[in-house]
């Protein structure tokens, strides 16, 4: 799992292939049960961009707000993402259309910012001319995407759900405004999963209109459903644990509520795993899955109190948790996933972690958000991994091109289940029941009896 890997690169209709290597006779297995097909790499790398976007945006309207030092280092991750998604758009559709996409999707965080500018001045005639162009702005992003994909996507659809991400930005916002924290970041992690929803719609509509390009795999089965859920979970994490660390080093009023964001992400996180492996494994991953986020939150109290020791102790209980989410990971998928190699990327996310929190004390915001970004896209790997090996492992789990009945719907329009995690249909078929069996050995925090 090597940060070199270039995710933007399987956004390439010439280079969407497989790539896992985990299994020796992974890839010889059907598209349909397969989380690496063409349609299910276009669908995660879809759904990185458009995830980090709803993640970033969300994060620069509140820098913007408060009128941070960061704030245009942000908006430069933000742009950068656009960049990125502009890319992705032009090798479908050609660089014209990549062009057109870009001038419309930038319009709209345009007048994001002009929302938040109005609102600093209590201006609300600027306020509703905001929200009157994000109108604007629905209807022709719309427009384009319906003609881009032949009408494969709706444009009444793609109102809808670009009306349902436009309000959750907002909604996040002016929340996090009036100092309602709380419904901030349940907002924000809302809008978050609607787009990981969008990227599934778009992928869909793409595969079936260039069927060839991609093997004529699908980017919607019960194992591209997987591989999605857990893309979405890993990047929140780093991302979430970036703003924690931010605000917890700046004393940050929103700090306690975006701890809990992040816990709440562990949670999730943690029931995917007991939905596979039993309500005893998904504790025993929870227990260390937490632990290193309390090890982070000691080095951010340590380094707000200029505590090298302090630093240097968090860090070893770091290498330490590594060396236990490893074993745990490898035990659970039956060494499907090496315990080398789980270090090595563990490793990689701590750094990468660090890095960018790091920079951001030492006011060096370029770095920050560039380790910001490359932590996001660093966390598709363990995804792409761990899917891969759970589906290797219960293969008659994930056959069939359909979801099994009861699993939230993936439209971009206002009809998905948007409460339910894709995850709990493990539950179908006894999943529940597989153990991990065994014993865990677990590090325990240095301040805990």
């Known amino acids: 799992m090597n940060k070199k890997t270039i995710l933007m690169s399987s956004l390439s209709l010439s280079l969407l292939v497989p790539t896992m290597v985990f299994a020796e006779d992974h890839n010889s297995m059907g598209s349909e049960t397969n989380v690496s097909s ?42 950068a993402n656009t960049d990125d998604l502009t890319a992705a758009i032009s090798s479908v559709y050609g660089d014209d259309a990549g062009a057109q996409f870009k001038e419309i999707w930038n319009s709209h965080i345009g007048y994001f910012v002009d929302y938040v500018t109005a609102t600093g001045a209590k201006d609300e005639a600027a306020k509703k001319e905001a929200l009157a162009n994000l109108d604007s702005y629905r209807t022709e992003q719309a427009a384009f995407l319906e003609t881009a994909t032949e009408g494969r996507l709706k444009a009444a659809d793609l109102e809808a759900g670009l009306k349902m991400h436009v309000d ?62 857990l893309d979405r979970v890993f990047t ?37 795993v007991a939905s596979v492996y039993g309500e005893e494994g998904g504790e025993a991953f929870k227990e260390i899955w937490k632990s290193h986020i309390g090890y982070f939150v000691d080095y951010v109290t340590a380094t707000a109190n200029d505590d090298q020791a302090g630093k240097d102790a968090a860090k070893k209980e770091l290498d330490g948790y590594i060396t236990d989410q490893a074993a745990f990971l490898a035990t659970a998928t039956e060494d499907r996933l090496p315990a080398a190699d789980l270090e090595a990327g563990l490793t990689e996310h701590v750094d990468q972690l660090l890095n960018a929190f ?16 490359e932590s996001y896209a660093h966390m598709l790997m363990p995804s792409e991994a761990l899917s891969g090996a759970i589906v290797d492992q219960f293969p008659d789990k994930f056959a069939g091109s359909s979801m099994p009945e009861g699993m939230p719907k993936t439209g971009m329009g206002g009809t998905a289940n948007e409460d339910a995690f894709p995850y ?26």
Do not use: C
């Not at 349609?39 to 009128?67: I, Y």
């Not at 940050?252 to 709440?264: G, N």
């Not at 999943?431 to 590090?443: F, I």
């Open 38 to 79: 063409p349609a299910s790499e276009l669908r995660s790398a879809l759904g990185h961009l458009f995830t980090e976007h709803a993640f970033l945006a969300t994060e620069v309207l509140k820098k913007g707000a408060d009128g941070a030092e960061d704030f245009d280092q942000a908006a430069a991750a933000l742009s």
């Open 168 to 229: 959750q930005l907002i909604w996040a916002f002016d929340s996090y405004v009036a100092g309602d924290y709380e419904t901030s970041y349940m907002n924000e992690r809302e809008a978050i999963d609607h787009m990981r929803m969008v990227a599934a719609s778009v992928a869909t509509a793409i595969t079936d209109q260039f069927p060839d390009k991609f093997e004529n795999s699908k980017a919607v089965t019960p194992a591209a459903d997987l591989r999605a859920s």
């Open 236 to 272: 929140e994490h780093a991302g979430l644990a970036v703003m924690a660390m931010q605000n917890g080093v700046d004393g940050d009023p929103d700090f306690d509520a975006s701890a809990a964001a992040l816990l709440a992400n562990a949670d999730e996180l943690s029931a995917a």
């Open 424 to 449: 709990e249909w493990f539950l179908l078929g006894g999943l529940l029941a597989a153990s991990m069996g065994g014993a865990y050995s677990l590090r325990r925090r240095s301040n805990e009896a």
């Open 358 to 373: 790091d920079s951001y004390v030492a006011g060096d915001y370029e770095t920050a958000y560039s380790a910001l970004r």
